[in-house]
């Protein structure tokens, strides 16, 4: 990694704001032989503010503690805990409460509606959030600015993807989950769509979670998750966070 490129870590310090407790966190689907354990006893600390890389190969159960964490699944046995909430232990009324207004989600495909501008797509999480970022603003964040009332079939894949991210941050969640973000662009469009992450972390102070198989990647987290086995194998604290463009695979 070039030092002189990177950017200043935004590590929070060691009594940062904590805004996910997790304890023995298991999750098992089926039963007899056919059960599945994906997560296995998680235990980890998610606070305000940073930018987290979950990395592991297929079946450590990245995917399925991003669900945990953004309330899609609930555990089998353990302890979630977002703020002074128990997402254990939540109805159906209060996971769909916590989505709505704290969490964003980004996934590997952006799940545009195709006959509605880059603004409009934004638009219809806005009309729903409690204190949103206009349509416009969330845009520009994202580098779109001038691309507003283009649709999605006139945006190439980099700048759906940022609409989809725009889409996600612009009612403001504390927690954004981003599930391989850049699994379907290349090399250079997925450099830009981690640049518009890496901003909306800095500028928003959102904490956010980026799972990947790219080990590339973790050169621009504050702290990077390793998981195996459904469980979390080790985590290390970068002392300095790269600017994605200085990140190459």
Request: proline content about 5%; overall charge negative; charged content about 20%.
């Amino acid at each position: 990694m070039n030092s002189a490129a990177s950017a200043p870590t935004g590590a929070p310090p060691a009594h940062a704001d904590r805004v996910f407790t997790v304890r023995g966190l298991t999750k098992v689907y089926g039963e007899g032989a056919t059960q599945v354990r994906a997560l296995a006893g998680v235990d980890l600390d998610l606070s305000a503010g940073e930018l987290v890389v979950l990395l592991g190969p297929s079946g450590s159960g990245k995917t399925t503690l991003l669900n945990q964490l953004g309330g899609l699944d609930i555990p089998t046995a353990g302890e979630l805990r977002y703020r002074d909430t128990d997402l254990t232990h939540a109805t159906e009324e209060q996971l769909t409460h916590y989505r709505r207004e704290s969490v964003g989600f980004i996934f590997q495909f952006y799940n545009l509606i195709p006959s509605l501008t880059a603004r409009e797509n934004v638009g219809l999480i806005t009309e729903i959030a409690s204190h949103p970022l206009a349509p416009e603003a969330a845009l520009e964040l994202v580098g779109l600015g001038a691309r507003l009332d283009h649709f999605p079939a006139q945006l190439s894949g980099g700048e759906q993807q940022r609409v989809a991210i725009a889409r996600a941050i612009a009612k403001r969640p504390e927690v954004l989950l981003c599930d391989e973000p850049t699994g379907a662009l290349d090399v250079k469009t997925g450099i830009v769509v981690l640049d518009a992450l890496e901003r909306a972390n800095r500028e928003l102070g959102t904490l956010t979670v980026i799972i990947t198989h790219n080990a590339v990647m973790a050169e621009m987290a504050d702290r990077v998750i390793h998981l195996s086995d459904g469980r979390v194998q080790s985590e290390h604290r970068n002392a300095r966070r790269a600017a994605p463009s200085t990140l190459r695979w």
